[in-house]
């Protein structure tokens, strides 16, 4: 019988359960149902019942799921029951705001350097991670078997950034650069782009009506460009 692939969808969905856990244990709630569930998530109960079904049977019908056993089995199928050795390509603003956040907020994952090639930075630290000077990454990705990079210098440098780690053995980018990244097969990179966030974001602050009022008054009074005639109905 060939392996089931489960979708990038699912796996996106689990740190938002492993999220809402870890709130729950903390809380000393024991229980909780795929229904509550569904309410804290913003997905549907069944959703989340057949997100969980593909990796085993966790909870009983009628009961619910125990927070603290369903915590640790999706910290196990993430890969996240040993803390998760990362470094940052970019010790800019954004760079130095994601090494700080992971390195303090974040229980999964530990920041173990940051690399930059700014000779103003290097020899520098975030806290109590050193920033090092590029050409040190390859023997530092060997000699501390790191898989997982975030990368986080401008677009123009997010490539060579991209190419560097992974030559040397990374499989994994978290990438914060507004480009898209070309890597092989093997690696894969989530996309984290800000600036697109914000963008779509700003849409829902004025009502729709309003700006489609405005767009059919400029049609009206010929700021179309070329284009003779244009419908907005």
Do not use: C, W
């Not at 910290?75 to 990362?86: F, H, N, P, Q, S």
């Not at 914060?176 to 800000?194: M, T, W």
């Amino acid at each position: 019988m060939p392996e089931r692939i489960i979708s990038k969808s699912v796996i996106k969905r689990l740190p938002i359960y492993l999220r809402i856990l870890d709130q729950l244990v903390q809380r000393d709630i024991d229980m909780i149902s795929s229904k509550d569930l569904s309410t804290e998530s913003g997905f549907t109960a069944e959703q989340i019942r057949k997100d969980l079904a593909y990796f085993g049977a966790f909870g009983t019908r009628g009961a619910g799921y125990n927070t603290e056993f369903l915590r640790e089995k999706i910290i196990k199928i993430i890969g996240l029951d040993k803390r998760i050795e990362t470094i940052v390509m970019g010790a800019g603003n954004l760079g130095t705001a994601l090494t700080r956040y992971n390195s303090t907020k974040n229980p999964y994952v530990n920041v173990v350097a940051v690399f930059d090639k700014d000779p103003r930075l290097v020899g520098k630290s975030i806290d109590v991670i050193d920033i090092l000077p590029l050409d040190e990454a390859p023997r530092f990705i060997r000699e501390h078997n790191i898989k997982v990079a975030i990368i986080a210098v401008p677009a123009k440098a997010a490539q060579d950034a991209a190419d560097l780690v992974v030559k040397h053995g990374v499989i994994a980018l978290l990438n914060f650069a507004p480009v898209k990244l070309n890597v092989p097969e093997n690696v894969h990179i989530h996309n984290a782009d800000l600036t697109l966030e914000l963008q779509s974001l700003i849409y829902y602050s004025s009502p729709e009506e309003e700006r489609l009022e405005r767009l059919r008054k400029e049609m009206k009074g010929g700021k179309s460009g070329s284009h003779k005639s244009f419908s907005l109905e």
